[in-house]
DNA sequence: CACGATACTGTCAGCGCTGACAGAACAAAA
DNA sequence: TTTTGTTCTGTCAGCGCTGACAGTATCGTG
């Protein structure tokens, strides 16, 4: 059913039926209602398509995820299910709808078909992966944009995130504080935001003296992982500290201790990155460096609304916070 | 830009370039290449909103989550993540795009919202929560739906699930054989789902001798699981053989057993339920229920879009498979 | 009573696209 | 040459809704 036919039935003309539906203040009340009553008797809900179009604006913010290297991570990463779940909860109570997409970039252009589909208000990119350039370049020219992952200097990428680097600090000065010595980063340096991590992992080591470091490259799936960090441990001796790039990582690598007999935290020390859910209900309880994902979803949701509604708005960074259990 | 402008630049008339974009046949090859290398060059893309509301079909599928009594639960679920992540799969590889809606049903109208909204093409429904006959009411008279959960007979719902009730019966035998005696359930029996997993359970264990059995009404979220299990063990004698309504109940409940010095499997044999993706990685790790949240995606969205197509399709209960790790 | 102000309601164009239909251009057949 | 068929392209209405603008009714004021 649709607006003409309720108006028909209410007697009045359409543009009065659809003021009165959205609450235009310039229809009497007893017309408006009158009209919402029939229109919740006779089931009536305005056609979102119809109205967008009419309205140029959908009420839908797009979330995309996009899928670089690692193609079969993200939409099972609990991390990032964490932040969705937060999203979810911010664009609805903000009153708009989410259109979620799940992008393999291919080509340049991936992030343009999302923006100009005309299906969305608003994009929040859930992490950088891979594609630095790629959304830099349409983050020049397309303002209601915001992205989840590292801040760059220079950049037009309105970010929201946690300082990584400083996060790469405090687990290293706890590691050191325990007194590691045999440090290692389990990640993949490639990803902006690991990229950080490290950084501040290898700064706050370089400030010590008598400490190796090693990186192992892991993959951020948890059979990938698992499997990497058993054939590092098969090749070489191990370590007794550990940052691992996510608790995935972190939750893999304690099993393929485990595996070879190493205790954790007495042989080997394991902090992990992100604090989800379960990092509290792994045996030992995983020490982790804690990314507040509600929070940082309330800001990503705040800031691009912000730019959609015209207003100049700066990336933030929000602080990391060692969260220690028992892993380390 | 629009079609229109895009038309002007080629030289044809609007449809014209509809009709080319859209690889209809009545169109000349050069024309048709000519307009596509114009669209390509000037990042032209047909604006969907116009589209759909032309064409009367959107390609959107609306993914609704219904969060009854478990409102902070589902979308930071693990396993509901993990049915997600397939489903964005599916249908992206079937050319569709994905509506995510987290709903706390308030009133019996909050499906009927989704659907006459005219943004989707159809529904797939995640789990039934608490909300039975409202779904029930609209599968009535609402056909583009499929629902994750389970069935009923005499049902209007196209469900899609594992069969529960099996389930819940391979657990109990399997604890049975342990030689088990003092069974617990753990998990609400209100939602549908962990009924029938409560009534394989049970059956089971009616035909053993000398076994006990209880339900712990334990919620969903780790930290209410965990504190509701602590409860129950310092108001009670522990069991010695449990089956969680879910992984992340039966990770809770092992963190509660070992607060209290018990051990797993020697002192209480502990079965989780879905095999979510860091069931494996536990310790020790869950043995558990497992659900193929891959193929329970496909499954779905295969029969919805067979639905759509107006295709007569049946609920499909998928067989649960025991996975024995270390936990029980 | 005339006049303007106030309070509401209706008319109509058009958001950007698609597809039924009609028309044009050209080749082959008569 | 005309006719018929084939292949392509253009015209136009309209998907369901909104809002600028115009119109009508009612009331208060001089």
Redesign the pocket.
């Known amino acids: 059913?649709?607006?003409?036919?309720?108006?028909k039935i209410a007697?009045?003309?359409?543009?009065?039926?659809?003021?009165?539906?959205?609450n235009?203040?310039?229809?009497?009340?007893?017309?408006?209602e009158r009209i919402v009553a029939l229109a919740q008797e006779h089931g009536?809900?305005?056609?979102?398509?119809?109205?967008?179009?009419?309205?140029?604006r959908t009420g839908v913010i797009g979330v995309v995820v996009p899928l670089g290297h690692e193609v079969d991570q993200a939409l099972s990463d609990p991390f990032f299910m964490g932040l969705l779940g937060g999203l979810a909860d911010a664009l609805t109570k903000r009153g708009y709808d989410l259109f979620l997409s799940r992008v393999v970039p291919q080509g340049p252009r991936w992030l343009d078909d999302v923006i100009a589909s005309?299906r969305v208000d608003g994009i929040i990119l859930i992490g950088q992966s891979d594609q630095l350039e790629a959304i830099e370049r349409v983050a020049t020219s397309y303002e209601r944009m915001v992205v989840w992952g590292a801040a760059r200097l220079g950049s037009n990428q309105i970010t929201v995130g946690t300082d990584n680097v400083t996060g790469g600090e405090l687990a290293a000065q706890h590691l050191l504080r325990r007194g590691c010595r045999r440090l290692a980063f389990l990640g993949n340096p490639e990803a902006p935001e690991f990229a950080d991590r490290y950084t501040g992992f290898h700064t706050a080591i370089a400030a010590a003296s008598g400490v190796t470091e090693t990186v192992v490259p892991i993959h951020l799936t948890m059979e990938d992982a698992y499997r990497e960090m058993e054939a590092y441990l098969a090749a070489n001796p191990a370590p007794d500290g550990i940052l691992a790039a996510s608790d995935v990582i972190a939750m893999s690598a304690m099993r393929a201790l485990a595996g070879r007999g190493l205790r954790v935290p007495e042989d080997v020390a394991v902090i992990g990155y992100d604090d989800i859910l379960l990092a509290g209900y792994t045996s030992p309880a995983l020490t982790t460096i804690r990314q507040d994902v509600v929070y940082g979803a309330n800001l990503l949701v705040d800031l691009l609304l912000a730019r959609i509604a015209g207003q100049n708005v700066g990336s933030v960074a929000m602080l990391p916070e060692l969260i220690v259990r028992d892993s380390a």
Do not use: D, I
Not at 1 to 7: I, P, Q, S, T
Not at 24 to 32: I, L, S, Y
């Open positions: 059913m649709g607006l003409v036919e309720l108006a007697g009045v003309s359409v543009s009065t039926a659809s003021r009165a539906l959205s235009h203040p310039r229809v009497a009340r007893g017309t408006r009536f809900r305005l056609n979102q398509t119809a109205s967008a179009l009419r309205k140029q005309g």
